[in-house]
Every structure is written in structure tokens, then in C-alpha cells.
């Protein structure tokens, strides 16, 4: 009896010393030693401190384009996420072309294509419109002296980016709506409520709180592709980062610090996303 | 609108020739059914006798195929703006109660009367409260839908409806999706407001609160109203074969 249970539960126990140690979090301390590494360099390299230096510069940049693009969508796919449900088909045909012509096109194509093709043809447009109201607002109105220019390269990216991900919104907004029990609707309506009432008191409230983590999950995403503005010349960090390397040829030292700095935004967001999931998850009302 | 034509002042729901289709499926195979004001019509018939889409038709929740539906002298048609003002005049209460859950009970009451009656929040806070006093649960104003019972969840259901000061209130089976204890303290509710003179149209299978409560019984099967009778007459000497074969199932 003692014979079996004095070698039984040493193997148990290294059973579960082995079942500990796979379960421990390796990715988090490969992680971490990577990023021990790299600080460590930043504080005795001078090369990776000038080029930290550089890429703080855009690092202002990388966060306004964020923040205004990701805001922008917010709006955006709420509108068109209403049109994906709405019963009139002249909204429900716009809303689900924006959808799809969006989800069909590469960021990277569509950033170019609203910097280049859709805003000279718009001011085109708006030109086309002053010269045709000039006898109203005069020869020089504000809309025939409309100029591309205008426009700054890092606005038609912010506008790219927030419609690219407006598109994407949509869809969320389109499932967190349709989530919500059709009972919800037909008791708003039954006491009186407008369409309108019912999506803004009853419907959006609850179908919002459900896709607050999959926006979370956009927002990291938006923070990574803002670095797609580069190629149109803005500097985000990505830029200062390219604009470096074909001054210095320092290719391994830039991206390690580019790759850094992002991967310490986007960690630190995804905990936060996280957090506020886990604090919706035992509010207990969400159905 | 009409109303002339069928508005003698007595007839709170005139129902004419209503027929529902859905798709090739007929619900609702050609009703006609008044209502007179501070009558209660209890509809019970089998399941898909299409007992609950002529409810939903008169608050529109349905869009009628044809026939024509008058409430309170204003006939139904399309035009949104007419249909949410009759919806203000017509409560309805639903089997799954569907209160808003982010809101709590005394927020689930007051919202319409703000946003439909244009009431201030005072108002509609002290109307609430006097309605949640009424159906019994004042001590629940603060909770939310998911830390109620059923039979709690459609109280307030009720509330929320009463608050909107309603013409006519619609019951669409409101005990069937209660636990067995919990039916009474709902149907008691209802038999009080059936005192106080309501007019009432309640689909339910509670054949008891049916014999107590209801003015008038109407039996339906397959789309059609089968036999219309006070409850007296309708459970001592039903006519219809129909209506033996269905109450004999019911009443074991």
C-alpha cells in the first residue's frame, strides 16, 4: 500500500509539473525578454535612442490619425449599419453597395484611390457646381475657386481609413442590431414610439453595449493600418521610420524600434478592450 | 375617416372582413368582431387558429392583407404617423413580456410617456410609480427585468402599458409563458382592471379567467371566428361541434 502510493504520487506530481508548465504563458515572457532586450538598447545604443528619438516625432500623427479616422467610423457604420436594416430598399441598396465595395477593395488600394480618383473628381464636382450657380453666388464664389489642394494628404487618409472602416462598422452594427429580439421592437412600437424612437431609446442602447468589444477589436486594428497612411507621405511613425532607414540603411535597428513601439500600443490597448469586455461580461443585464 | 360610418360612440374596435396572409399561408381568413367600449372579448381557439394575428392587426404590429379595422372611431391605415398615434391609444401586453432590460421597471414605465406623451420626467416618474403601486409591486421600481419573476416582469409589462393611459388594452396569451404559480397574481391583476371598466381583448387558454372576467367568448379555428357567445352560454351549451370537440379537450 505504501510501496504503490509513494510511487504513484511522485509521478502524479510531476504530471502535474509538466501540465503547469505548459499552461504557463510563454508567448507573455518570450515577449517581455524581447522587449527587456530592446529597452535595454535604448538605453545603452545610442543608435536605437536617436532612432526612438525620430520616431517620437510621429508618434503624435499615428494618434490623431487613430483617434479621428476610428471616431469618423464610429459614425459612418452607424449610419450605414441603420441603412443594412432598414426596410426601404433605396437605403438598404446604398448602405449594402458602401458595404461591399468596401469589404471588397484592399485598405491599401482604396486609401489610393480616395486620395487620387475620388477627391479631384469631387472637387471636379464642386467646381463644375460653383460655375453653374455663378450668376447666384458670383464669378469667384467659393465653390468654382474649390481646389484639391485644399485637401491635405493626411486628411483624404483620414477620410480613407474612416470610411474603409465605416464599411466594417456597418456590418457590426448591422449584427449587434439584428441581435436584439424582435420582441424589443414590437413592444416599443406598440406604445407608441416612431421607427426612430425605438432604434434610439430600446435598440441601439442594448445592441451598442454588445459590440462594444468587437469595436474594441477594430480600434487596435484601426491603430495598425493607420501606419498605411505612409504611402501617401504622412508621417506617422512609419513614415519617420522609412524616412530613416533610406537616409541611414539601418534596416534592422528601425523596424525592431518601429515593430516596438507598435506592439507596446496595440498590448496595452488589448488589455484595456479586455478589461471593459470582462467588466460588461458580469454586469448581468445584457440580455 | 369612417368614423361616421361606424363610430356610434359605443364601438371601441370595429373589425371588418380582416384577412392576413403570410405568404401563401392564411392566418386570418376573414374576421369581423366588435368590441364595445368596457367590454372584455376573451379569443381562445387551438394554436394557429390565427387568435393572436387579428390582436396584432388592430395595433398593427401586422400589416392587415385587407379588411378594415376602426379603434375608437379612427380607421387603420398605412400612414405611420396615424398608426403610432392609435399605438399610443391601444396597450398591449406580450406572452414574453419583452420589458427593455437596460432599463429598470420604473424606467421601462416612464419612457413612452416621454417620449411619446411628451410628458416631464416628474410626471411620468409619478405616474410610474402609481402604476407599479397598482399592479402590486411599488417596491420593485428600482430593479431590473432580469432580477424579476415572470409573473413580476409582466406586472410591470402591464404598468408600462396603463401609464400611456390606453383605450384598449390587448393581452396576447400574458400567463402562457408563466411558471403555474405565478399565473394568479397576473390574472388578478387583470380581473381588477376588467372591474374598473377597461376594455379588454385578451388571447389566453385560462379558461377560468375566461368564465370570470370575459363580457363575451369568441372561438377560433383555422382563421375564422367559429362561434361568439357570453360564457355562460359558450360553456354550458356551445353550438358548434367544433367548439364541443375543442372544449372538451380543454375543460378534462
Redesign the interface.
Known amino acids: 500500500m505504501a510501496a504503490v502510493s509513494s510511487t504513484s504520487s511522485p509521478s502524479s506530481a510531476q504530471g502535474n509539473f509538466v501540465g503547469r508548465l505548459a499552461q504557463l504563458p510563454w508567448w507573455l515572457l518570450l515577449l517581455v525578454l524581447a522587449g527587456v532586450t530592446l529597452l535595454y538598447q535604448f538605453l545603452t545604443n545610442e543608435l536605437y535612442t536617436v532612432i526612438l528619438d525620430k520616431l517620437a516625432r510621429g508618434i503624435m500623427t499615428t494618434i490623431f490619425v487613430t483617434l479621428v479616422a476610428f471616431s469618423s467610423a464610429i459614425v459612418i457604420g452607424l449610419i450605414a449599419g441603420l441603412g443594412r436594416v432598414s426596410k426601404n430598399p433605396v437605403i438598404y441598396n446604398l448602405a449594402t453597395l458602401y458595404v461591399q465595395v468596401i469589404r471588397g477593395l484592399p485598405i491599401l488600394v482604396w486609401i489610393f484611390y480616395v486620395a487620387f480618383v475620388l477627391t479631384p473628381a469631387f472637387f471636379t464636382l464642386t467646381n463644375a457646381l460653383g460655375d453653374a450657380l455663378s450668376p447666384l453666388l458670383g464669378a469667384d464664389n467659393f465653390l468654382s475657386k474649390a481646389n484639391t489642394q485644399d485637401v491635405t494628404l493626411l486628411g483624404r487618409a483620414i477620410i480613407a481609413l474612416a470610411f474603409a472602416y465605416g464599411g466594417f462598422e456597418a456590418e457590426t452594427f448591422r449584427a449587434g442590431i439584428q441581435s436584439i ?1 424582435r ?2 421592437m ?10 426612430f ?1 425605438a432604434m434610439r ?2 435598440i441601439l ?2 445592441a451598442v ?1 454588445r459590440v462594444l468589444p468587437p469595436l474594441g477589436n477594430d480600434f487596435i486594428a484601426m491603430l495598425k493600418d493607420s501606419s498605411l497612411v505612409s504611402v501617401l507621405g504622412v508621417r506617422d511613425i512609419t513614415q519617420e521610420a522609412r524616412l530613416y532607414v533610406a537616409a541611414s540603411f539601418r534596416y534592422p535597428e528601425t523596424y525592431n524600434t518601429l515593430a516596438f513601439v507598435y506592439l507596446s500600443m496595440t498590448i496595452v490597448l488589448s488589455l484595456i478592450v479586455k478589461g471593459v469586455e470582462a467588466r460588461l461580461g458580469k454586469d ?4 | 375617416m369612417g368614423a361616421a360610418a361606424n363610430g356610434n360612440g359605443q364601438d371601441m374596435i370595429v373589425i371588418r372582413n380582416l384577412v392576413k396572409r403570410f405568404g401563401h399561408v392564411e392566418a386570418v381568413n376573414g374576421v369581423s368582431l366588435t368590441v364595445a367600449r368596457g367590454q372584455v372579448v376573451v379569443i381562445i381557439g387551438p394554436s394557429g387558429s390565427g387568435k393572436s394575428t387579428v390582436l396584432r392587426c388592430i395595433n398593427h404590429l401586422e400589416t392587415p392583407t385587407s379588411g378594415e379595422i376602426w379603434v375608437d372611431g379612427m380607421k387603420l391605415t398605412h400612414n405611420h404617423k396615424d398608426i403610432n398615434a392609435i399605438r399610443a391609444e391601444v396597450g398591449m401586453v406580450f406572452q414574453q413580456f419583452n420589458l427593455f432590460p437596460h432599463l429598470t421597471a420604473l424606467e421601462n414605465i416612464t419612457l413612452a410617456q416621454k417620449v411619446v406623451r411628451r410628458r416631464d420626467a416628474r410626471e411620468a416618474d409619478r405616474i410610474a410609480r402609481a402604476q407599479l403601486e397598482r399592479v402590486g409591486i411599488p417596491e420593485k421600481a428600482d430593479a431590473y427585468p432580469g432580477q424579476l419573476s415572470g409573473g413580476q416582469q409582466q406586472r410591470v409589462a402591464i404598468a408600462r402599458a396603463l401609464a400611456m393611459n390606453p383605450k384598449v388594452m390587448l393581452f396576447d396569451e400574458p400567463t402562457s409563458a408563466l411558471d403555474p404559480e405565478m399565473i394568479k397574481e397576473v390574472l388578478d391583476v387583470m380581473l381588477e382592471l376588467a372591474r374598473e371598466g377597461m376594455t379588454m381583448v385578451v388571447v389566453t387558454h385560462e379558461m377560468g379567467f375566461a368564465r370570470n372576467a370575459a363580457n363575451e367568448i369568441v372561438f377560433m379555428d383555422k382563421g375564422l371566428i367559429v362561434e361568439q357567445n357570453t360564457p355562460d352560454e359558450f360553456f354550458a351549451n356551445p353550438r358548434e361541434s367544433r367548439t364541443r370537440a375543442f372544449l372538451s379537450q380543454i375543460l378534462r
Open positions: 429580439g420582441g424589443q414590437e413592444a416599443a412600437r406598440s406604445l407608441g414610439m416612431s421607427y424612437q431609446y430600446v442602447p442594448q453595449r448581468g443585464r445584457g440580455s
